[in-house]
């Protein structure tokens, strides 16, 4: 089921130190910060030659990354996204078998413009994971 | 100066739930569990199309992971590898730009008997960051 590594999500305090560690200290290929309001943070990829790095800061009230960054003040890895061909075909799967879909069961249009769905940690190994309609 | 996202590595204090997660609900494409005594830990890899997930699991004493796990107890993302061509002159421009190369800052063969370094987590947005010679 389970397709590409899509990106892996690192929350960030301070997004200027973490373009500064990732371009000029990794050598990193980073973008413009990317505001998206609908989802709640400012991002920055890193752009590697298999997959992408998002460097996601909180913006705005209820961002989704804001109680994570106060538990782990220096930020951390967030989630990992994976790509799928069919996310409902996937979700009726995982629910088969058990695993909680975050928030009310349904897909999602995500920062992507593509349908994507959380998985509950707990489920997972302890990691969150997004599933994205590729 | 880096390259290709390796692979991801979770920590997991059940390896044969992870394998079940990542086979029978993710349909993941899943190795049989590997030991590596000399890095203190169970591997289960996870291949997908462009990169890796290296599920570890603790083995023997003073594994690497224990105290991870001990503060995760249902697992977690522990660290995410990138490649680099040359990992001398990583360290060098790392250690020159202030970054904190783990242990006594000398690369070691890793796990996949390649030359790797670990970087401090709060110098790399709260991550641990592994560095492998391609």
Known sequence: MIGRLNHVAIAVPDLDAAVAQYRDMLGGKVSEPQAQPDHGVTVV????????????????????IAAFLERNASGGIHHICYEVDDIYAARDKLKAGGARVLGDGEP????????VLFLHPKDFCGSLVELEQA
């Open 108 to 115: 999602k249009i995500g920062a992507h413009d593509k349908p």
């Open 45 to 64: 990829f890193v752009e590697l030659p298999n997959t992408k790095i998002e460097l996601l800061h909180p913006l705005g009230e209820n961002s989704p």
